[in-house]
C-alpha cells in the first residue's frame, strides 16, 4: 500500500526531529544560492560587458546599461551581505554588524576596476601561452579558466572582508560551471593561467606569484587534514614564486612548502618539499615495456621514460 503524503511528510517530520545538524529553522535566513549565482553571473557582465548578455551592447549605450545593471546587482548583493552578516552576528554575537553591508557592498563594487585590471593580466597570459588560442575574445567567451578566475577575484575581495558563506558558494558556483576549484582565500598575483583546468585544485592559504601557469589535475593542498578545524588560520597550502608551471596531475603539499621563482614541475609529480629557484622537478626514469599487438616472440621492447 501506497503512503499518504500525510504519512511521508510525518516520516520527514520526525527525522527533521531525530537528525540533527542538517536542518536551518529558527535561525537568521541565509545567503540563497540561487540569489549568489545570478548575482556572480552579472559580475561576469559587468566585468565583461558585451561577452556574456544575450544582446550586442553597443557603446553608446554603455552608460545606461552600466548603470541599471550595477544598480540591480549592488541592491541584491548587499541583500545577500545583509543575511551572511546577521548569520555571523547570531553565531558569535558582536563579531558582525550587519548594518556594516551597504558600505561593505558600496567598497566592494568600488574594486571593481582594479579587478578587471587584473583581470587583463590572465587573459593576456591565457592568449600568449596558449598557441590555440585564435584570440582574445575567444579566451574571454569559451575558455572556463577566465570564468573560474574572475569569480575567484571577486569572492576573494569579499572574503578579505570576513565576510561568510558568500565567497565560498560563489567560487563553489564557478568549480561546478568549469571543474576548477579555487578557494576565494588563495593569494593570486598577476598573470595567472591554468590550460584546460579540469580537476585543478587550489587551497585557502595557496599563494600563487605573478606569470605562473597552472594545467589540469593540480593540486596545491594541505599536507593533513587529521587535526580539523584546529588547523583553521594557519597556513596550510603551498606557495608559487613567479613564472613557475606546473605541469598535469602534479601535487605540491604543504604550508612550508616553497616553488621556487621560474620553477617547472613536471606532470605526476608528488611534491612534499621546498624547491630552490629555476629548479626542474621531474620524477625518476622509469621503465616502459612496449608489446605491438599481434607480435612475435622477441618484438616486445623496453625504454625509459
Not at 537528525?19 to 535561525?27: A, R
Not at 588563495?186 to 584546460?196: E, K, N, Y
Amino acid at each position: 500500500m501506497s503512503l499518504t503524503v500525510a504519512q511521508l511528510t510525518e516520516r520527514l517530520l520526525t527525522s527533521y526531529e531525530r537528525v540533527g545538524g542538517t536542518n536551518h529553522v529558527d535561525g537568521k535566513n541565509l545567503p540563497s544560492k540561487h540569489a549568489v549565482a545570478g548575482i556572480a553571473t552579472d559580475l561576469l557582465r559587468l566585468l565583461f560587458p558585451g561577452f556574456f548578455d544575450e544582446r550586442p551592447v553597443h557603446s553608446s549605450e554603455m552608460g545606461d546599461v552600466a548603470s541599471a545593471l550595477l544598480h540591480s546587482v549592488l541592491s541584491r548583493l548587499e541583500t545577500e551581505i545583509r543575511k551572511s552578516l546577521k548569520y555571523a552576528a547570531a553565531q558569535q554575537p558582536g563579531d558582525a554588524d550587519p548594518e556594516a553591508a551597504h558600505a561593505l557592498t558600496r567598497r566592494f563594487f568600488g574594486n571593481l576596476p582594479r579587478i578587471r585590471e587584473l583581470l587583463r593580466t590572465d587573459i593576456d597570459a591565457a592568449f600568449n601561452g596558449d598557441p590555440a588560442a585564435y584570440s582574445r575574445d575567444e579566451v574571454i567567451v569559451s575558455y572556463p579558466c577566465i570564468e573560474a578566475i574572475a569569480v575567484q577575484r571577486l569572492a576573494h575581495e569579499l572574503y578579505l572582508e570576513n565576510i561568510p558563506l558568500i565567497p565560498r558558494i560563489m567560487t563553489e558556483w564557478a568549480h561546478s560551471r568549469t571543474g576548477i576549484d579555487l578557494h576565494p582565500g588563495a593569494r593570486i598575483g598577476t598573470h595567472f593561467f591554468i590550460d584546460h583546468g579540469t580537476g585543478t585544485v587550489v587551497g585557502e592559504t595557496a599563494v600563487i606569484g605573478n606569470q605562473v601557469k597552472l594545467y589540469q589535475g593540480v593540486g596545491l593542498v594541505a599536507r593533513s587534514l587529521a587535526a580539523g578545524q584546529a588547523l583553521r588560520g594557519q597556513k596550510r597550502h603551498p606557495t608559487l614564486e613567479d613564472r613557475v608551471t606546473v605541469y598535469a596531475g602534479a601535487t605540491i603539499i604543504g604550508g612550508d612548502t616553497v616553488v621556487g621563482a621560474g620553477s617547472t614541475v613536471g606532470a605526476s609529480v608528488f611534491l612534499t618539499r621546498s624547491v630552490p629557484a629555476n629548479s626542474l622537478v621531474a620524477p625518476e626514469a622509469t621503465r616502459m615495456r612496449v608489446t605491438p599487438k599481434h607480435s612475435q616472440e622477441g618484438d616486445a621492447f623496453d625504454y625509459q621514460i
